[in-house]
């Protein structure tokens, strides 16, 4: 769908899901991910860039699954994750939306909870890539676990959390050969429909994920 199309339903708040491609599992176990490959952190640092072309090709439950633990796995015992957050509280919330349904990453399982089955990519964004690339993540602050941080800092302190885990995924995809774009231009109350989030949650960024076009 094109952006102006999608600008239009936007407007008039219609911008919807697609019906799912293939079926959706109500619960999908990640593989264990790979935490040991990988390129040097200074060559993933040299490779890092935005990328707006994507083929359509799916990623790899493999690939998904160390995508998703780098992003903001469990990295120790006691629970602490491969980004940071203020006093530890953990707000953000990685959903991913595929071709088969949306779903949360439940990080301590390492597994993904359907949340919706449908296709939600095309309304992760107005711009047309979206739609086709494989996978579209979207960042969403609970600020339910941030009643210790003062109300007024709520929101920066959740943006900056996402753009650490933002930055996690760009080191990845560096390292894994995928391209990746982290994205604010999106329409928040059709993200926050499609998902059936609550007042409380505030959805933050939007980042594709998938292999480079060409
Ligand atoms: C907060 C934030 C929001 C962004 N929003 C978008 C966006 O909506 N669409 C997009 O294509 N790129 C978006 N970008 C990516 C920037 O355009 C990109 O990082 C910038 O042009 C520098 O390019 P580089 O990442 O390749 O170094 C965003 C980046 C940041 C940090």
Redesign the pocket.
Known sequence: MSTLTKLALGAMGALRPRPPTGKAGKSIKLPAPDKSGGIPLMRALAKR??S?AFARKPLPLPILSSLLWAAFGVNRRGGGRTAPSAIDAQEIDVYVALPDGAYLYDAKAHALRLVAASDLRRVT?Y?DFVDEAPLDLVYVADHRRMRLVPVAQRESYASAAAGAIAQNVYLYSASAGLAT?????IDRNAIADALGLGHDQHVV?SQTVGYPRG
């Open positions: 860039r935005s707006r964004g711009q774009v982290i994205r604010a231009w960024l």
